[in-house]
């Protein structure tokens, strides 16, 4: 997930090492793996993950592909680069790592054959002026994969009603923004741009949470609104964690939360370049 400019997102410090510790387990790597399962990855493919995050989807590519392929992550938000690189694991450290900005990434033209964005397009302000950039950086015949969540998230409306009651209707809502883009309002987008061949295809993931009070309390701080829950204190935490737990009683399966989430799984193909 990239974290840019007016969208107000940002993951600082702790929130970052939350998120890979987190989120990317019960989430994001079921997600990258599922992507990439469906994904024909082509021989001698020069591959960015653009909005890397903590690099989860990088670094699923290099265990699946091995060392013969250069795996670019990039993102604006410079702790989750920081973590990427301080996982100090042949896997990320075989990844090359970029604090970059989605509107003016810091590659020449026609540099990869594969673009990914797992879950960033939808904190783009300005998604027209994000996707010319990655069609500069992409090859002629180049592709991008990218993934949007769908509306129906189990988990997250429950933490969003919480935090509504709670703190906020506006932190409700913002809970919320990751899942509140239609995916499918991008192929115009992409088409006016020079891309064809667009493709949609929906998958479903679990999202698998311990049903422990820290690890609710891990996941509702490692959200871009964590501050305005620290600053109603520790009090209001408890009472959100005990909200959520309550409403996941249905979906509780051993010690985990197990929760299904929908994707939108997006393909497009770069029409020949002048």
């Known amino acids: 997930m990239d974290v840019i400019h007016e969208s107000g997102f940002q993951l600082e410090g702790k929130a970052a090492e939350l998120y890979e510790m987190q989120k990317v387990p019960s989430m994001f790597a079921p997600l990258a793996d599922a992507t990439i399962n469906y994904i024909n990855i082509l021989e001698n493919d020069i591959i960015l993950d653009a909005a890397c995050g903590t690099g989860i989807l990088a670094r699923k590519l290099r265990r699946k592909l091995g060392s013969d392929y250069k795996i670019v992550g990039a993102d604006l938000n410079k702790n989750m680069i920081q973590v990427a690189q301080s996982l100090n694991n042949n896997v990320a450290d075989s990844c090359e790592w970029h604090v970059a900005d989605i509107y003016d990434l810091p590659f020449n033209s026609e540099t990869f054959s594969l673009v990914f964005c797992q879950q960033g397009i939808q904190y783009f302000p300005d998604k027209n002026r994000a996707l010319l950039e990655v069609y500069r950086v ?18 997250m409306r429950s933490v969003s009603r919480r935090l509504s009651d709670s703190i906020s209707e506006e932190v409700g809502s913002k809970a919320l923004a990751p ?20 493709s949609v295809k929906r998958l479903t993931v679990n999202r698998i949470i311990s049903s422990t009070k820290d690890s609710i309390a891990d996941e509702l701080m490692s959200l871009p609104i964590a501050e305005s829950i620290r600053d109603k204190g520790k009090k209001i935490l408890r009472s959100l964690v005990d909200g959520i737990l309550e409403d996941m009683e249905g979906y509780v399966s051993g010690k985990n939360i197990v929760t299904p989430q929908d994707t939108l799984l997006i393909q497009a193909r770069v029409r020949n370049k002048v």
């Open 138 to 155: 992409l090859k002629k015949g180049g592709r991008i994969v990218l993934t949007v969540w769908c509306k129906n998230s189990i988990f």
């Open 179 to 198: 899942f509140s883009y239609n995916g499918e309002l991008l192929e115009p987008i992409l088409s006016k741009i020079g891309f064809c061949d667009f």
